[in-house]
């Protein structure tokens, strides 16, 4: 079974300063890995993934995110956080143990950690 | 282009009643997926779709949650004689994967349907 694991419910930062939002994760297999982010009342925007290859990942808005398969840990990071960059975020899994098995094609969540940038 | 879409974005059911919710995928998106997010958790997988056949619905809750995609695009989840534990936000996502590759094409997501049962 796949599980992921986001310690904060809330991360504080001051506007200017580096973030991390932090995942840790548990597969069977290779793991396929997300961020996703949700604003209010919409949908989840994916941010970047890791899939092999480079650990550092770079995406969207400016966020990156480094995979360590010894701590089996995706964190998620910003070098200047942004007030607009205050909301929801959520870490997620995917086991790549077979191709062909289709019921792992889901992704296994966290339960979100919550960014507030304060200006 | 047209992300995925969800209607209706609200609904508003008495427990008991049956409801239907949309998912237009984006065009050409040949898997489709289901989940349900409960208010303050992490989105949860019920079903999932390759084209028209569904080859998961391990996460479908009970026998009263029913989902279909007979032409292979447009998806409806059903909920039947609706409890007041289905009420969350249901969200729709698809991505390009085909069956048989390394699937890692990101999953794109619709806004979702928030359920509220009385």
């Known amino acids: 079974a796949q599980s992921v694991a986001q310690p904060e419910d809330q991360v504080n930062v001051a506007e200017g300063n580096p973030l991390t939002v932090k995942c840790t994760y548990s597969?069977?297999?290779?793991?396929?890995l997300f961020w996703y982010v949700q604003y209010p009342n919409r949908g989840l925007q994916f941010l970047l993934k890791?899939?092999?290859?480079?650990?550092l990942v770079k995406g969207s808005y400016g966020f990156e995110a480094e995979f360590n398969k010894s701590q089996t840990s995706f964190h998620l990071k910003k070098p200047s956080a942004l007030v607009s960059d205050s909301a929801l975020y959520f870490c997620?899994?995917?086991?790549?143990?077979?191709?062909?098995?289709?019921?792992?094609?889901?992704?296994?969540f966290g339960s979100g950690t919550r960014l507030q940038v304060q200006p | 282009g047209a992300g995925v879409s969800q209607s209706p974005r609200y609904k508003v059911a008495k427990r008991g009643q049956d409801v239907a919710l949309r998912c237009d995928p984006i065009?050409?998106?040949?898997?489709l997926f289901w989940y349900q997010q409960a208010l303050g958790q992490g989105p949860e997988f019920l079903t999932y779709?390759?084209?028209?056949?569904?080859?998961?619905k391990s996460g479908l809750p009970s026998d009263r949650f029913f989902a279909e995609r007979p032409e292979g695009s447009v998806s409806t989840l059903k909920i039947q004689r609706t409890q007041q534990e289905d009420s969350a936000v249901y969200l729709c996502?698809?991505?390009?994967?085909?069956?048989?590759?390394?699937?890692?094409?990101?999953?794109?997501f619709g806004p979702g349907t928030r359920l509220t049962v009385l």
């Open positions: 996502a698809s991505s390009l994967a085909n069956l048989g590759t390394r699937d890692y094409n990101e999953q794109f």
């Open positions: 597969v069977s297999g290779n793991p396929y």
């Open positions: 890791y899939i092999t290859g480079d650990n």
């Open positions: 997620a899994v995917r086991d790549y143990s077979s191709p062909r098995d289709t019921g792992r094609r889901a992704l296994t």
């Open positions: 065009s050409g998106h040949v898997s």
């Open positions: 779709f390759q084209n028209e056949a569904q080859l998961d």
